[in-house]
């Protein structure tokens, strides 16, 4: 059974730091591009993050919103794609899902649509 777990949300301050972790079951993350999206109340979902999959060299892209601030990571013996959050903003908050996109290209995307295995979400809150 394919699976998607997130975890690793949770209240920090402004400026803080956060690692969210998304764990596989039912098949192997290397061999799909994952991405993080996340999504406030009353606002839309908003793609964060991806990665490729491994054999095409593990390449990241992010949301304008993000860059310079989080890093998509993946680590092939867990079976986990991690995404680590610097500097972070109260714009922030919001409900983070992974994702797991199946069709047959190397290349990630941060458009949700293309996606068709999502995590139940995780919660981040980023307030003083």
């Known amino acids: 059974q394919v699976q998607l777990v997130e975890s690793g949300g949770g209240l920090v301050q402004p400026g803080g730091s956060l690692r969210l972790s998304c764990e596989a079951s039912g098949f192997n993350l290397d061999y799909y591009p994952i991405g993080w999206f996340r999504q406030a109340p009353g606002k839309e979902r908003e793609g964060v993050g991806c990665?490729?999959?491994?054999?095409?060299?593990?390449?990241?892209y992010y949301g304008e919103s993000v860059k310079g601030r989080f890093t998509v990571s993946r680590d092939s013996a867990k079976n986990t794609v991690y995404l680590q959050m610097d500097s972070l903003k109260p714009d922030d908050t919001a409900v983070y899902y992974c994702?797991?996109?199946?069709?047959?290209?190397?290349?990630?995307?941060?458009?949700?649509?293309?996606?068709?295995?999502w995590g139940q979400g995780t919660q981040v809150t980023v307030s003083s």
């Open positions: 994702a797991r996109d199946t069709r047959p290209y190397n290349y990630c995307s941060i458009y949700g649509s293309v996606y068709s295995d």
């Open positions: 990665i490729s999959r491994t054999g095409s060299g593990a390449e990241t």
